[in-house]
Nanobody
Framework: QVQLVESGGGLVQAGGSLRLSCAAS????????MGWFRQAPGKEREFVAA????????DYTDSVKGRFTISRDGAKNTMYLQMNNLQPEDTAVYYC???????????????WGQGTQVTVSS
């Protein structure tokens, strides 16, 4: 079993930045692919970004490319999402996800955090 705890959400003005963190426990962190999803009000949950077990491969949804950066720190068992130039359409609950298989994690991970709210005002 894997436990995931997100932090770092909040309210920011358009053009601002936030960094989300996801602390993992319960399983060897280096064996897991990790990622972020988000769900805006009235919309389905969508994939945002993913990083493989080594950090050597990352993927992003088109709408965040060039603005968001996913990373991981094995010493801290933590994954991050640096979000720059935030826009109102980025407003959503952001969820941390993990899975043993990278390709599966990008669709729907096996493990989930509780989510953290990100609100971007115009």
């Amino acid at each position: 079993q894997v436990q995931l705890v997100e932090s770092g959400g909040g309210l920011v003005q358009a053009g601002g930045s936030l960094r989300l963190s996801c602390a993992a426990s319960g399983r060897l962190f280096s064996s897991l692919a990790m990622g972020w999803f988000r769900q805006a009000p009235g919309k389905e949950r969508e994939f945002v970004a993913a990083i493989n077990w080594s950090g050597g491969r990352t993927d992003y949804t088109d709408s965040v490319k060039g603005r968001f950066t996913i990373s991981r720190d094995g010493a801290k068992n933590t994954m991050y999402l640096q979000m720059n130039n935030l826009q109102p359409e980025d407003t959503a609950v952001y969820y941390c996800s993990a899975d043993e298989i990278y390709t599966r994690m990008k669709v729907r991970g096996a493990y989930w955090g509780q989510g953290t709210q990100v609100t971007v005002s115009s």
